[in-house]
């Protein structure tokens, strides 16, 4: 009986080995028994998603890489809201960390989207007749990002070999352009802005002008005495350097602060203006104000006014004249200049479809698939072979069903 126990004991010791080498043992037969499946089934899938490869579309790739200035941040998302688009969320994302946002910003605008569209009939290329879907498209396959290396790269992606790189290029083109309507750098900032107050100036004085002859035309002309022209004359010429004061302090004051040396000198020279055009307004005892020396010849006051806002816009619109002329060449010195570093060009061979990975992720993915429903259909004999699990799987379904 002790040798009998003895030997029931070393059986049940050497189970666990025999129904691990089963086990082991098992898969390979599976594996041997459906080895045509699971070598002939990925076999035909690749050779069949090979050959569907050749239906695809070919895609080409054409890449550009730009160096745009380095500038400061201070009010670089200023103009931002005049592109609309991704430019406007660029600058209201958190803010602009990086001088090159910017141009992204401005790459991704709608204002060139829409030109790229138009110039090269993406609607018509991409199949539709909506601007917005084109748009879409067109963002679709194209990646604009900057390196840690301080470059911007555009690649590009389309079915045209051709066209492709010209759309990569047209976007630096594009951007050129945007960047001379737009105040983009401090010294740009600055000629648009006196370009905007010279245009004024001039339209003000064209009005005079004409207002001036109107009125010499009707009334003739009347003699002034040259006292009070020559007070006419100095009280517009005071005016005009005023004005032209204001709008220097008006064009610092968004560049710079009041403690700045620049700023405290116009202010100081503002000042001094105010205070000699208020003396020569209230005059002296013995000279008379500005005002009785022209009410002493009434018949001329209206000729006196008009004149005198000849004067005044006159010399504001030459004052404003060489304030831009300097802007100008404050601008055209700036080193603030895109530099394009590598010019897109046509592509020798596609970048899509690989055709060599689309065959081996078929025959991959169809490896692992017939894998699995073969194990499955195994296992799914084996437990209808056992009474108590072939139960169990039959109670199993019987609760998961809905209805």
């Known amino acids: 009986m002790t ?12 189970e666990p080995d025999s129904s691990g080498a089963i086990d082991a043992m098992s898969l390979l037969l599976i594996f041997a028994k459906h080895k045509r499946y699971i070598i002939g089934l990925p076999l035909v899938a690749a050779v069949l998603a090979f050959g569907m490869s050749f239906l695809l579309p070919n895609v080409y790739n054409a ?22 688009g991704v430019a406007a969320a660029v600058s209201g994302a958190g803010g602009i960390k990086n001088p090159n946002d910017v141009y992204i910003g401005m790459l991704k605008s709608r204002a060139i989207k829409d030109k790229i569209i138009e110039k090269y009939d993406l609607k018509v290329a991409y199949g539709t007749d909506s601007l917005e879907t084109a748009r879409i498209k067109l963002e679709e396959n194209t990646l604009i990002v900057a390196g840690k290396d301080g470059l911007i790269s ?24 945007l960047t001379k309507t737009l105040a983009v750098t401090e010294a740009s900032k600055r000629r648009l802005f006196f370009e905007q107050q010279l245009e004024i100036s001039k339209n003000k004085l064209a009005e005079v002008e004409m207002e001036l002859k109107r009125t010499l035309d009707t009334k003739g002309v009347i003699s ?64 008379g104000t500005y005002t009785e020396k022209v009410a002493e010849n009434p018949e001329g006051l209206q000729n006196i006014r008009l004149l005198r806002d000849v004067k005044y816009y006159q010399m504001l619109y030459e004052l404003l004249a060489k304030q831009y ?9 700036d080193p603030a200049i895109i530099q394009v570093l590598d ?27 017939t894998i699995i429903v ?30």
């Open 3 to 14: 040798n009998i126990r003895t030997n029931e004991a070393v059986v049940k010791e050497q």
């Open 63 to 84: 890449d550009t890489r730009l160096l745009p200035p380095q500038q400061s941040q201070g009010g670089a998302a200023a103009f931002l809201s005049q592109l609309g």
């Open 154 to 177: 555009i690649d590009v992606m389309d079915s045209n070999q051709e066209r492709v790189a010209k759309l990569a290029n047209s976007y630096v083109d594009e951007l050129l352009t």
């Open 224 to 287: 002034v005495d040259g006292n009070s022209k020559a007070i006419v004359e100095t009280v517009g010429r005071l005016r005009a350097l005023i004005s032209a004061k204001e709008i220097e302090l008006s064009s610092l004051s968004a560049f710079i602060t009041p403690s700045n040396a620049d700023y405290k000198r116009v202010q100081q020279s503002l000042i001094s203006l105010r205070s000699e055009l208020a003396r020569l307004e209230n005059g002296r005892p013995d000279t």
């Open 325 to 333: 002329e300097a802007a100008r060449l404050e601008e055209a010195k």
């Open 343 to 369: 010019v897109a060009k046509v592509p020798e061979r596609k970048s899509k479809p690989r055709r060599l990975n689309i065959a081996i992720f078929a025959f991959l993915g169809t490896l692992f698939f």
């Open 374 to 403: 073969i194990f499955l259909r195994d296992a799914s004999r084996e437990i209808s072979r056992d009474p108590l699990r072939d139960s169990q799987m039959r109670e199993l379904k019987s609760h998961l069903r809905f209805w």
